[in-house]
């Protein structure tokens, strides 16, 4: 067998819309408070895309900043994994929009459907085709505007959601950015915890379908807290066992922006302080896919990773799907 060529994150963007939605503006829409939004997920504000604006338009903002970061025009680029759950259209893939935009003329493209977990997901095939040799540069963006697919009628899950991109470009390196582990998995007896319910082959949309709202996002909150918690804190300690590694060790987590309580609960039981957990889902919500890296580059751009440092990125979602990977910075 032909020795693994070793993996590193050479570049990272990311790009939120410039509308705001704040917890006040949900006062006016349904029976909620911002008091209850703020102590119950941490939530502040989110970003939501303007009318017009799709995922693969998100997508390729943080793409471009991507390859400016690393200097790699976009016709080096072998391929192009966009995460998502919010597709432009259910054909053609969104990374193939993506592709044409940026001018990647000589990189196959195509989309994973991981939920939240879906950009560990596609750092993961990235890894892959880079320590095979088959690639040498491979662009992975999570981009998600959740707020076509969000029930603002239903206060339980409205205020959850955002829209935003982050993109990282995955080529070989030993140095800076270097990623010493991806792992995933899945569950799929929890499908129905977080569901789109209707608009696929198994309930194809109809005015039905509709009229009831089965076209949105339905979430079984307090389940979903709950294997939020134990699959974190289970992702976390298998990949620094898997490389040797201890909590103390951990520079910086950068997990899934889902609930303030949920990051806290999990950093509480693997004895890592909070700050160094990253989080911003204050100002962001929860972007599903986009969520990890759009806090990798924020943490990134604000100076929170210094050469060395240790990071954990983890992610948990519909699926049910998890996801875990271990960088050096
Ligand atoms: O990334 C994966 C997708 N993310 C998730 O699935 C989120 C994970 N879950 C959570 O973050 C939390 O479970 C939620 C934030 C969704 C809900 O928080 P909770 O502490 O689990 O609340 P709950 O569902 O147990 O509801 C408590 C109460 C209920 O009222 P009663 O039955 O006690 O009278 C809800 O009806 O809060 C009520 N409630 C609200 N009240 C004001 C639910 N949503 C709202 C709201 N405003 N927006």
Redesign the pocket.
Request: with cysteine; charged share 15%.
């Given at each position: 067998m032909p020795e693994l060529i070793q993996s590193a994150i050479l570049g990272w963007g990311s790009y939120l819309p410039e509308r705001v939605l704040t917890n006040h503006d949900f006062e006016k829409m349904?029976?909620?408070?911002d008091e209850?939004?703020t102590t119950?997920?941490g939530i502040s504000e989110r970003r939501i895309a303007a009318d017009g604006q799709a995922t693969s338009d998100l997508a390729v903002e943080a793409a471009q900043k991507a390859l400016e970061c690393a200097k790699c025009p976009p016709e080096d680029v072998d391929t192009i994994i966009v995460a998502t759950v919010t597709p432009d259209t259910m054909l053609p893939s969104t990374a193939c929009r993506v592709q044409s935009t940026i001018g990647a003329n000589n990189a196959g493209a195509f989309d994973v459907s991981a939920a939240?977990s879906g950009f560990i997901y596609g750092l993961k095939l990235a890894r892959g085709l880079v320590a095979s040799g088959i690639n040498k540069r491979v662009l992975v963006i999570g981009s998600e505007v959740l707020s076509r697919f969000t029930d603002y009628k239903d206060?339980?899950s409205c205020?959850?959601f955002g829209d935003g991109a982050g993109a990282v470009l995955v080529g070989p390196g030993n140095g800076r950015g270097e990623i010493l582990y991806t792992d995933c998995g899945a569950d799929g007896s929890g499908a129905d915890m977080?569901i789109v319910p209707a608009g696929g082959s198994r309930l194809p949309a109809t005015e039905r379908t509709v009229g009831d709202r089965m076209h949105y996002i339905r979430?079984r909150?307090?389940a979903?807290?709950k294997f939020?918690v134990n699959k974190m804190v289970e992702c976390v300690h298998n990949a620094l066992a898997a490389c040797g590694y201890r909590a103390d060790d951990v520079s910086l987590i950068v997990p899934?922006q889902?609930?303030t309580r949920?990051l806290s609960a999990a950093a509480d039981r693997l004895h890592i302080p909070m700050d160094r957990m990253y989080c911003n889902i204050d100002r962001c919500g929860?972007t599903?896919a986009a969520s990890v890296p759009i806090a990798l580059d924020e943490a990134a751009r604000n100076g929170r990773l210094k050469p060395g440092n240790l990071l954990v990125l983890v992610a948990f979602?519909?699926g049910l799907t998890w996801g875990s990977s271990l960088v050096r910075w």
């Open positions: 349904v029976d909620t408070s209850w939004i119950r997920t939240c206060r339980a205020i959850l977080m979430v909150g307090r979903v807290f939020a899934h889902v609930n949920i929860n599903s979602g519909g």
